[in-house]
């Protein structure tokens, strides 16, 4: 298994700033990933962080918006860049340990509110 | 494409009674399917998967490919259920890359 820590837990931003989340595992972890959940809405992957190189991006996400940073094998960070309202959501990072194909764990989350 | 339906927002039920939760998926391979729970206050969490066919707290899951429906069901529901269930889909991007549908609330009455 894998515990993961996330901060913050949630926020209230304005428009137009931008807002890092940090991502701590307690082992370590090949890849690490980014998902978004907006209200009403499912998880959405924004992309795949590595370490040692760029990150992946899905369709729809773009590195000037969401730069990730991914220093090692235990943490990484997500920022969401210039934000507007339509950022508000919940942003959860998510490890897979690699033992059980598909099991993901996953933070806490993080609860964006932008004004 | 790869998609996942989760056509039910919410399912209530009382305690003892059978539980269906729907989910269909939209892939041309052939997909991995996963359960995942979120309890109150708790993390997203794996239920189950369907290539180990295994029953996890009474709930188990077929995948159907003729219906491309993955539904977990158990017999008879308990209070402590009472949960979101998201469905999930993994495809030839590998099994850490899922694909989730949005979600069904269990919620379980005594």
């Known amino acids: 298994s894998a515990v993961i820590s996330q901060k913050p837990s949630r926020d209230i931003c304005q428009r137009g700033t931008s807002l890092t989340i940090q991502c701590q595992v307690d082992?370590?972890?090949?890849?690490m990933f980014w998902y978004r959940q907006q209200p009403g809405q499912s998880l959405t992957l924004i992309a795949t962080a590595n370490q040692g190189s760029e990150a992946t991006y899905e369709s729809g996400f773009v590195i000037d918006k969401f730069p990730i940073s991914r220093p090692n094998l235990t943490f990484s960070t997500l920022t969401v860049s210039n934000m507007s309202p339509e950022d508000s959501s919940i942003y959860l990072c998510?490890?897979?340990?690699?033992?059980?194909?598909?099991?993901?764990?996953f933070g806490e989350g993080s609860r964006l509110t932008v004004l | 494409a790869q998609r996942v339906t989760q056509p039910e927002k919410l399912l209530s039920v009382f305690k003892g009674a059978p539980v269906e939760l729907k989910c269909n998926y939209s892939?041309?391979?052939?997909?991995?399917l996963f359960w995942y729970v979120q309890y109150s206050r708790q993390r997203l969490q794996l239920l189950l998967r369907h290539i180990s066919r295994e029953s996890i707290k009474g709930f188990t899951a077929d995948l159907n490919k003729g219906e491309t429906s993955f539904h977990l069901k158990k017999p008879f529901a308990q209070e402590e259920d009472s949960a979101m269930y998201y469905c999930a889909l993994s495809g030839n991007t590998g099994f850490q890359k899922l694909v989730f549908g949005t979600g069904t609330r269990l919620l379980v009455s005594p």
């Open positions: 892939y041309s391979g052939s997909p991995e």
């Open positions: 998510s490890v897979t340990p690699g033992n059980i194909p598909g099991e993901l764990f």
């Open positions: 082992s370590q972890v090949t890849m």
